[in-house]
């Protein structure tokens, strides 16, 4: 049976998001990415695979080695769902500043 991952649901997982920022400098393989946790290798192959599903991150073989890299196309498609609301969230802050400053004054 062929899951389908949604990437919200895996980015929701403090280890996963972790991985991603572990990865974001560097490529690494799944040995030295479980080596920064303090959790079962099967369980850090498990959120690499979860992320892998979801296009998250790349696999790259090098030899006998498998390195992890950021799929960074998959990340700017995230961050162009994301910005909306994320300008619309600055717009109310800023907004509610305006008023807060102006209720200070009185």
Known sequence: MN????VFQAIADPTRRAILLLLASQSLT???IASNFDTARPTVSKHLQILTEC???KQEQSGRE???HINA????E????IEPFREM??????KLEA?????KKT
């Open 66 to 68: 498998v390195f992890y």
């Open 3 to 6: 899951l389908r991952r949604d």
């Open 55 to 57: 296009e998250l991150l």
């Open 78 to 81: 995230i961050a162009d769902f």
């Open 30 to 32: 799944a040995g030295a």
């Open 89 to 94: 969230w600055d717009e109310r802050f800023n």
């Open 73 to 76: 196309k998959k990340m700017i």
């Open 99 to 103: 008023i807060m400053k102006n209720y």
